[in-house]
């Protein structure tokens, strides 16, 4: 059997600052990227880097906006109600077309794993917590078991 999952403001204000670092690579690389090809060619290399620019800049604007939620939550900002509605990761963002990967500059490519990989992380913390709060019962079912209690005693 599994530990539960707990998850600290340390832990969140770690990945945060890493998520943050790792954006801002994934912003200077790519716009980096786009300004040395002003070629104005619709190759597959360019179509590439647009496509795998934007998936990588969406895959950390979710990551980011995951972790916010949670600094919030261990804040007072949100509820853990709040949190629970609006704290949860889209499970398909580490998709990568290999295809297009291939066509990147190695050290573009190897930033695009990157991100996937602690988007990934991210992914694994968030289904972890997700299973332990599914294995508590939560407070209207609390309420519902102890009204049938009553009523059955």
Known sequence: MSEPVVISPRIIEALYIEALTLSDEVRGAFTLSMQFDKTGV?????????????RTTTRMMHAVAWLLNHRAYFLGEITEY????????????CQVDPDQLARLDPDIADLVETTRRFYDRLLRLDRNLRLDDEAQPNALERLRERIEQRLAG
């Open 42 to 54: 619709e190759d597959l290399s360019r179509v590439a880097l647009s496509s795998e620019g934007l």
């Open 82 to 93: 709040q949190l629970r509605r609006h704290g949860r990761l889209a499970p398909n963002m």
